[in-house]
Nanobody
């Protein structure tokens, strides 16, 4: 059984910063891409940022230059450093990972439980 456990959400004023963490645990052979998605009320879930096992990153246009994704492969953990936060960044943020539990298995999608980020004055 694989679990993704997120931490680091909260409330912050516009212009502030937050750092999200997501640790994968359980039966893990390898982790391919990891990333962060978000879902605001009344909107579809959208990709915020992703990172491959080799460190190649991809960002939504709306967060480029403000957010930084990174990962620690030894700890099976992905991070999202969020700077210059705006009210429109308010959403539930979900961690995502593509994980193989054995050498022979295909990678499967796993999701965290979500963590609330609120940007408001």
């Amino acid at each position: 059984q694989v679990q993704l456990v997120e931490s680091g959400g909260g409330s912050v004023q516009p212009g502030g910063s937050l750092r999200l963490s997501c640790a994968a645990s359980g039966s893990i052979f390898s982790i391919n891409a990891m990333g962060w998605y978000r879902q605001a009320p009344g909107k579809q879930r959208e990709l915020v940022a992703a990172i491959t096992s080799g460190g190649v990153t991809n960002y939504a246009d709306s967060v480029k230059g403000r957010f930084t994704i990174s990962r620690d492969n030894a700890k099976n953990t992905v991070y999202l450093q969020m700077n210059s936060l705006k009210p429109e960044d308010t959403a539930v943020y979900y961690c995502h990972a593509m994980i193989r539990d054995t050498y022979y298995s295909d990678p499967l999608n796993y999701w965290g439980q979500g963590t609330q980020v609120t940007v408001s004055s």
